[in-house]
Nanobody, 123 residues
Framework: QWQPEESGGGSVQAGGSLRLSCAVT????????MGWFRQAPEKEREGVVI???????EYADSVKGRFTVSRDNAKNTLLLQMNSLKPEDTGMYYC?????????????????WGQGTQVTVFS
């Protein structure tokens, strides 16, 4: 299976914005459930947002209204626009996907993970 390739992380002041990208295959961008997850230092990895093939989305409460996920099918890329960033958004952000039925924010459902991209938000 193709390993997703994340990019776009960096360091930003609180209140700023970043846009993360996740490059996958043409088949994956069109037919998989895709998601963004993150892991803060000394914390467990948690779900940020998932997006189904039909475009349905589920966001973690902590990012609702600030983060927006989208698919750029022409570029085989899953995007995550992050606005109004907070220090607690700091962490390694991972992209993942699967082809199984259903699309829920359950990490065990996702067998295909990228290496991650680091996001640091300073106050």
């Amino acid at each position: 299976q193709w390993q997703p390739e994340e990019s776009g992380g960096g360091s930003v002041q609180a209140g700023g914005s970043l846009r993360l990208s996740c490059a996958v295959t043409t088949y994956a961008i069109n037919y998989s459930c895709m998601g963004w997850f993150r892991q803060a230092p000394e914390k467990e990895r948690e779900g940020v947002v998932i997006m189904g093939v039909d475009g349905s989305t589920e966001y973690a409460d902590s990012v609702k209204g600030r983060f927006t996920v989208s698919r750029d099918n022409a570029k085989n890329t899953l995007l995550l626009q992050m606005n109004s960033l907070k220090p607690e958004d700091t962490g390694m952000y991972y992209c993942a996907y699967h082809y199984s039925r259903g699309c829920q924010m359950v990490q065990l459902d996702f067998p295909n993970w990228g290496q991650g991209t680091q996001v640091t938000v300073f106050s």
